[in-house]
Antibody, heavy 121, light 111 residues
Framework: EVQLVESGGGLVQPGRSLRLSCAAS????????LHWVRQAPGKGLEWVAG????????GYAASVRGRFTISRDNAKNSLYLQMNSLRAEDTALYYC??????????????WGQGTLVTVSS | QSALTQPPSASGSPGQSVTISCTGT?????????VSWYQHHPGKAPKLIID???NRPSGVPDRFSGSKSGNTASLTVSGLQAEDEADYYC???????????FGTGTKVTVL
């Protein structure tokens, strides 16, 4: 069974950092691209960042570029999101999502349950 | 990198059909056949129901169908059922700096 389990969320002050993790199981990890998608309270889905199977292709939403870094460790079946200089508008439920392809984006066929990040003083 | 435009809401009675539009530009929807649709019930993880514009993943009922014309993609739900009441989002690859963009979301109500 495919499982994606996010962790690392919590309450953090503006300007501080947080690192999210996504532990994957039930599939061949390096056969798939992976992405982070977030949903702010009462808002829609927003793509945050993505990484191809071998980290050869990486992309970021304009709203997080320069502050967030996506990475993956294929040996540990894990995806990460390093979030620096956090802002109130980064408050959201952060989902880890698996793309069904290796390349980069075809469609997100499995999602985790999300980890909540709250940025507030 | 702007969100794709979807109508905020759509509705239909059980058994009827509803079609949701997703309008982008030639840099996203119109430029690639990498348009996906997701069904999202509040409190649950989103579910992929259409990828690559028209492809239905295994297990998705054939009541769901996708299409594209120019810069606008569409999702049609035929034979509406109560469990189809949810939020629906389109998404597209947007090239450039390896962007992916979601639509603004449509809340479907089954009357």
């Amino acid at each position: 069974e495919v499982q994606l389990v996010e962790s690392g969320g919590g309450l953090v002050q503006p300007g501080r950092s947080l690192r999210l993790s996504c532990a994957a199981s039930g599939f061949t990890f390096d056969d798939h691209a992976l992405h982070w998608v977030r949903q702010a309270p009462g808002k829609g889905l927003e793509w945050v960042a993505g990484v191809s199977w071998n980290s050869g292709t990486i992309g970021y939403a304009a709203s997080v570029r320069g502050r967030f870094t996506i990475s993956r460790d294929n040996a540990k079946n894990s995806l990460y999101l390093q979030m620096n200089s956090l802002r109130a508008e980064d408050t959201a439920l952060y989902y880890c999502a698996r793309d069904w392809s290796q390349s980069y984006y075809r469609g997100f066929d499995y999602w985790g349950q999300g980890t909540l990040v709250t940025v507030s003083s | 990198q702007s969100a794709l435009t979807q109508p905020p809401s759509a509705s239909g009675s059980p058994g009827q059909s509803v079609t949701i539009s997703c309008t982008g530009t030639s840099s996203d929807v119109g430029g690639y056949d990498y348009v996906s649709w997701y069904q999202h019930h509040p409190g649950k993880a989103p579910k992929l129901i259409i990828d690559e514009v028209t492809n239905r993943p295994s297990g998705v009922p054939d009541r769901f169908s996708g299409s594209k014309s120019g810069n606008t993609a569409s999702l049609t739900v035929s034979g509406l059922q109560a469990e189809d009441e949810a939020d629906y989002y389109c998404s597209s690859y947007a090239g450039g700096k390896n962007f992916v963009v979601f639509g603004t979301g449509t809340k479907v109500t089954v009357l």
